[in-house]
């Protein structure tokens, strides 16, 4: 993960870059519906310091999260410097289980 600051009338928005790796099961059902793939960041306190975060639009595949995938993804959060961050818990909605 990396970031960048910007300043957008008096509030600090930080842009980071999230990859994730998908292994050797596909996100994607077997009707084609794709799970929706969230995140929530979390400061030393175990307090969630953002809305949980949708990850849908890679930057490098046009269908993300598909078997052996490497996506990224850029995603704005106010007010929530790297330095803040502690812990990240990446999940799906279970759309496709069973």
């Known amino acids: 993960m990396s970031s ?5 009338k008096n ?3 930080y842009e980071y870059e999230i990859r994730t790796q ?3 099961k596909s996100l994607r059902g077997k009707s084609g519906r794709d799970a929706n793939v ?3 960041i979390y ?3 175990n307090k969630q310091i953002s809305d949980s975060i949708r990850l ?3 930057k490098n595949h046009k269908i993300p999260f598909e078997n052996h995938h490497i996506d990224k993804f850029n995603i704005i959060i106010p007010n929530v410097n790297i330095s ?3 812990r990240i818990d990446l999940y799906h ?3 496709n289980d069973g």
Request: aromatic content about 4%; glycine content about 4%; cysteine-free.
């Open 11 to 13: 509030k600090n928005l």
């Open 43 to 45: 400061d030393k306190n």
């Open 93 to 95: 909605d279970g759309q």
């Open 56 to 58: 849908e639009n890679s």
């Open 38 to 40: 969230y995140l929530n």
């Open 22 to 24: 998908t292994a050797d």
């Open 84 to 86: 803040d961050i502690d």
């Open 4 to 8: 960048d600051r910007r300043d957008d």
